[in-house]
């Protein structure tokens, strides 16, 4: 594919260069402008972090990270070389590392994006405003993950890895961003090469739809009815839910360590610190467990704490879509005769 310029005697070749030639730095000129301009790339895409990792023992950084209109994470992978590297097993290991980002995350995550930018705007309301949605109580993410690969170029090899991981169900997309100068100015033409735009719908259609049905599942007012004892609590939010059947285990004598373990994927309960002066039960736990907003994460409520060996502990608030199979293996587990659950809508 080449660009030409049109005069009314010719037809003109602008010849291609490099990024490099063009001295545009990957991290601090393409992912700089690309953040604020991420359409190019990924329509209905809003950026809610750079270079973000937070997670234990890595230092691996995800150039780019949004959430598009149906609630699905977006990991974003930007290159200047000319084939593109390993990038897509690097996205790969991005991707399966926050897919299990819930949307308290997501909001606090983009928050903290906006601060470190000196923006001073409200992200959960842009984030909720950008979904569609009206309240974020019971909404949560779509739980898919979209994974997009910007480059110069791409070699065959890599390409041929995205087509096959596209034909297993994958939404990764190779973004070929190619940079010319003329007359002093430096143009990019940017195509999506895999899936090929023309046969886009043929190739993502089903699977769009799917995902569309997902979130619109995962958003849905899901209520639970929990009976304690033989007292039924009904209309019960998803983190309300959890909060009974943890209290209610934790009075039947299960450790903490017990309920935490029998969870792989969320801690639920969580010491709290030992009184400090000035300093509330939240803001004790802000500071141990490096949380910057307190009431979004754990249960505050003076009823809300459970007692274990002398010990306080505090229950998370953030469960979304698989509330119900957390509740079905804390049953199952623990075998509570004074416990049950059952999904009313």
């Known amino acids: 594919m080449a660009i030409y310029q049109l005069t009314d005697t010719e037809i003109k070749r602008i010849k291609p260069t490099t990024f490099s030639k063009l001295s545009v730095d ?23 972090s750079e270079e973000f990792g937070r997670w234990e023992d890595s230092r691996r950084r995800i150039d780019l990270l949004g959430i598009d209109r149906d609630a699905n994470i977006v990991v974003i992978e930007l290159k200047r070389t000319e084939d593109g590297g390993h990038m897509e097993l690097q996205a790969i290991r991005y991707a399966a590392m926050v897919s299990t980002l819930t949307f308290e995350q997501a909001c606090e995550i983009y928050e903290d994006y906006l601060d470190s930018r000196d923006i001073d705007l409200d992200g959960r309301e842009i984030l909720l405003k950008h979904l569609g949605w009206d309240s974020s109580d019971e909404n949560e993410l779509a739980g898919e993950v979209r994974i997009v690969l910007a480059s110069a170029e791409f070699s065959k090899e890599l390409t041929t890895a995205v087509l096959w991981l596209n034909d297993a169900g994958v939404d990764i997309r190779c973004v070929r961003m190619k940079p010319y100068e003329h007359d002093g100015q430096r143009l990019l033409d940017v195509q999506q090469l895999v899936p090929l735009p023309e046969a886009a719908d043929y190739v993502t259609g089903v699977r769009d739809k799917q995902q569309r049905r997902k979130a619109k599942r ?44 029998a969870i792989p994927w969320r801690q639920v309960l969580f010491e709290v610190p030992p009184p400090e002066e000035h300093l509330s039960i939240g803001e004790r736990l802000a500071q141990t467990y ?39 293996i804390l049953i199952s587990t623990f075998h509570p005769n004074n416990i049950s659950f059952e999904v009313e809508s």
């Open 26 to 48: 990957e991290r601090y000129d393409l992912q700089r402008i690309l953040r604020d301009n991420i359409g190019v790339l990924a329509p209905d895409v809003l950026v809610i």
């Open 218 to 261: 995962s958003r849905s007012l899901v209520r639970f009815s929990v009976t304690v004892d033989g007292q039924t609590h009904s209309n019960q939010p998803k983190r309300r839910a959890i909060l009974r059947v943890v209290q209610a285990l934790v009075r039947n004598g299960v450790s903490p360590l017990e309920i935490n373990e």
């Open 290 to 328: 490096d949380y910057q907003r307190p009431k979004k994460m754990w249960f505050l409520g003076e009823e809300d704490f459970v007692q274990h060996e002398g010990t306080t502990y505090a229950i998370a608030k953030q469960w979304g879509v698989r509330t119900e199979e957390a509740l079905k």
